[in-house]
């Protein structure tokens, strides 16, 4: 469907028989159906991520109201349908992609950043401690550091 309203509708008549018969006369029917099952799918659960929602019209057909404004070129159409498709993608929407192969696999994964995660987890689950010195006290105060005015000279 959402091919047809970015992409097919900008089509010229030639393009869209050359599409026609690369697909046959049985792909044809099979997308027409496809179209059909996808908006009636469509208006029973509509998709809050979905460019495009539908709604019934006062005669029973399915009419399609659009959030956003309709393309105005073939470019500008292509490029909204390649970025729906990438959304779809990412959202976990496709289901010809086993995402398995790719969610179980951890060469895939940033190590760098889990281990930077981990150890940030860690520290920050420690307490401030004091280092003491031999009698119990900070090390400021014992014996080995007397004398000492506590002035830096760099």
Partial sequence: ?????????????????????????????????????????????????????????????????????????????LTRWRFEMEQRFIRGGDDDFDYTTVDDNEEYDD??????????KYFDGQEPEFVMGEEGLPRSKSKELEGETGIQDF
Avoid at 5 to 13: A, H, M, S, V
Avoid at 62 to 77: N, W
Avoid at 111 to 120: F, L, P
């Fill in 1 to 77: 469907m959402l091919y047809d309203r970015l992409i097919r509708r900008f089509q010229t008549p030639a393009e869209r028989e050359a599409e026609g018969r690369e697909k046959g006369y049985s792909g044809i029917l099979e997308a027409d159906l496809y179209r059909s099952e996808a908006k009636l799918d469509a208006l029973r659960h509509p998709d809050p991520h979905s460019m495009f929602t539908y709604r019934r019209g006062p005669h029973g057909e399915i009419l399609a109201e659009e959030k956003d404004e309709i393309p105005t070129s073939k470019e500008e159409g």
């Fill in 111 to 120: 190590r760098a950043i889990e281990e930077q995660d981990a150890e940030d």
